[in-house]
């Protein structure tokens, strides 16, 4: 009698991940992973999407993110604690599998806390790519924790920036920031303000941490032909732009019934204009519609990415 058949199962641990990234380089990686999400947002209706499932605290929050298309299921589990830091661990821990939908085998079981960092860039520089103003090359950084190197080498490599100006209200996040960024070729302003660093940016990335409604941009900080990247605010009643910047700009999401709980557009009425990214993609619409255009991406994070990275 032959035994049963059994199912692989590769485990990717944290060190494993930790090679991989070294062996490959990070720029590569981030290349990769941005070139399997576009690939994925070009076959959006394909999917089987909802949005996440989140259960909130007082002091952060723990989430599922399923996803599947007919060959793969995938989801991810991932939490934000931001006073995590005071007691040794991260604010973001995840990992995630990838398992076949013939069979419901899993295939791949993987730590995700450095993809996140990861695949949340390469998102983030590719909407850019497709919503920025060509050649821009000056981004503003605020909020220096440990996702803002991600996001500067992605908009280094994918973009094309070249400066980048710097603030965060605790000066020890942006100093380490700047000697992490040393020698990555990019010229270094660092700023007493968010307002000062936003001045004469092409594109505004704002990745804060707080978990707060919070008002880090504001209607006067805008300038014509501005791209704002708001990674921040993921979840309800964390919010990073005043809702005078979404009135002024045009806004694009990732999954929209998600961002309506999660995203800055949550301070806005359900009736509020957004536009899904793939329909960028797809040639439904055609992004920035003029140099002088304010656009903004409100990210939150979808499944689809973290998919896509697996």
């Known amino acids: 009698m032959l035994a049963p058949r059994q199912a692989t199962t590769l485990y990717l641990g944290a060190p494993d991940l930790i090679r991989l990234v070294q062996r490959r380089g990070l720029s590569a990686c981030i290349a990769g992973v941005a070139e399997r999400i576009e690939a994925g947002f070009r076959r959006w209706h394909e999917f089987d999407k909802s949005a996440r499932v989140a259960s909130h605290s007082e002091v952060g929050v723990i989430e599922l ?3 599947a298309d007919a060959a793969h299921y995938a989801f991810k589990y991932v939490n934000g604690h931001p006073a995590n830091t005071r007691d040794g661990l991260p604010t973001v821990m ?42 821009s090359r000056t981004m503003a950084l605020i909020g220096n924790g440990a996702q803002s190197e991600f996001q500067a080498i992605a908009f280094r490599d994918l973009v094309g920036v070249r400066e980048l100006r710097l603030y965060d209200c605790d000066p020890a996040a942006t100093a380490k920031l700047r000697a992490n960024l040393a020698d990555a070729g990019l010229a270094l302003t660092v700023c007493a303000s968010a307002a000062e660093a936003a001045r004469g940016a092409d594109i505004v990335t704002t990745v804060t941490a707080d978990k707060a409604h919070a008002t880090i941009v504001t209607p006067e900080m805008l300038a014509p032909g501005l791209h704002l990247n708001a990674v921040g605010g993921d979840c309800p009643g964390k919010t990073e732009l005043h809702r005078g910047v979404l009135e002024a700009a045009s806004v694009f999401v990732e999954y929209e019934p998600q961002t309506r709980v999660e995203g800055d557009i949550q301070q806005m009425p359900a009736d509020f204009p957004v536009t899904e990214f793939w329909r960028v993609l797809a040639g439904a619409h055609p992004g920035r519609a003029h140099p002088d255009e304010v656009t903004i991406f409100d990210s939150v994070g979808f499944a689809l990415e973290d998919w896509a990275a697996l």
């Open 94 to 135: 995840a990992f995630g599998v990838l398992a076949d939908v013939a069979t419901g085998a899993p295939r791949l079981l993987a730590e995700l806390t450095l993809t996140t960092a990861i695949r949340t860039a390469a998102m983030s520089a590719l909407a850019a790519r497709h919503l920025a103003r060509a050649g």
């Open 65 to 67: 993110m399923p996803i």
